[in-house]
């Protein structure tokens, strides 16, 4: 028999909640109950007898909370990060935590690379300039055909910009910490596949560089400065996962100088981001504000996997995409 479940939510502030908490309530129905978290008022008695809750985006939580969830059944992340939260904290109070993972937003975050890798291939910024005074006929873009994309991460969101870029006849690699095997590289059209310590191997020879990874204290700056050095003057970088995998500063540099061509970013180290950072000043950067997951179609699927939990939980089923140990999502790729 299904439990009706306490379910406290907390939420962003306005501005920021919708479409994400809508679609998630929607999702949820009167099956549960729903109480929204009041950060006026005291925690504990919001606490009090709660079954689950929605922390939306990943950010909400604090140590104080989670000292009062002794009983809780599940800690669900409205997002797929989790590095903004003290995970280990957490788990350290055996407090199950679930997100809402790559597969939910891998369609918007490839297609969001495919737009970057097009428009920087052709010069998109420089046509825009040029239209502007009226300069025609002298900007000679790339073809995306016989270039070589290298993915660093093979999670959902990689995948499936491999399954878009294949029609182009782009030359796909692609490096994960696990294996990948033949019958996935066939699926894919995958020409190689690596381990991380085959990045540096890997690098010197890719026309774009697109990043699929998880932020840990493994992968933060994980393309720092010498590794940018070792991409050919002609190559792209992609960031559509997280914006403290780039050393920013080397990258800037990268950039000014000519050493790198030129990157499309989604994602910052801070964010938001100071509209004068010189990053933005650089005509050779395509950049959006962190919204290559943000559709309405990503904020469906999402809030239907939080209410599939809440409803297994109340027929006393596992819930899904639990983040088992520190260590194993320290490897996750998106």
């Not at 590794?227 to 920013?248: H, Q």
Request: charged share 25%.
């Amino acid at each position: 028999m299904n439990k009706r479940l306490k379910v406290l939510f907390l939420k962003q502030p306005p501005g920021r909640r919708d479409p994400w908490v809508k679609d998630a309530e929607e999702a949820i129905g009167s099956r549960h109950d729903l109480i929204e978290f009041d950060s006026s008022a005291p925690l504990a008695p919001q606490f009090a007898g709660v079954d689950v809750v929605i922390d939306q985006g990943g950010s909400l939580g604090t140590r104080e909370m989670a000292d009062l969830c002794g009983s809780i059944k599940l800690w669900q992340i409205l997002g797929t990060g989790f590095d903004k939260m003290d995970l280990a904290y957490w788990q350290a109070k055996n407090i199950p935590v679930a997100n809402t993972p790559g597969p939910f937003s891998a369609v918007p975050l490839a297609e969001c690379a495919l737009m970057y890798m097009i428009m920087l291939s052709r010069k998109w910024h420089y046509t825009q300039e040029h239209l502007k005074q009226g300069i025609f006929y002298v900007d000679f873009g790339r073809e995306l055909d016989g270039t070589t994309l290298l993915l660093f991460g093979f999670g959902a969101s990689a995948q499936e910009l491999a399954r878009r870029v294949r029609p182009f006849g782009v030359r796909i690699q692609a490096i994960d910490i696990r294996e990948i095997g033949e019958e996935e590289k066939r699926e894919f059209g995958l020409a190689e596949v690596g381990k991380p310590e085959d990045l540096d191997r890997l690098l010197p020879g890719c026309d774009f560089l697109s990043l699929h990874l998880h932020l840990n204290a493994q992968t933060r700056n994980i393309i720092d400065g010498r590794r940018l050095a070792s991409m050919k003057p002609e190559a792209f970088l992609i960031n559509v996962a997280r914006g403290a995998l780039v050393d920013e500063q080397a990258l800037y540099e990268a950039l000014r100088t000519g050493r790198l061509a030129g990157a499309g970013l989604d994602v910052f180290a801070q964010e938001p981001l100071d509209p004068n950072n010189p990053l933005l000043k650089l005509p050779n950067v395509v950049a959006t504000p962190h919204i290559s997951g943000t559709t309405y179609g990503t904020s469906k699927r999402r809030g239907i996997c939080v209410a599939e939990n809440l409803d297994r939980i109340a027929q006393g089923l596992e819930p899904l995409y639990l983040i088992a140990k520190k260590s194993e999502a320290n490897t996750a790729t998106r």
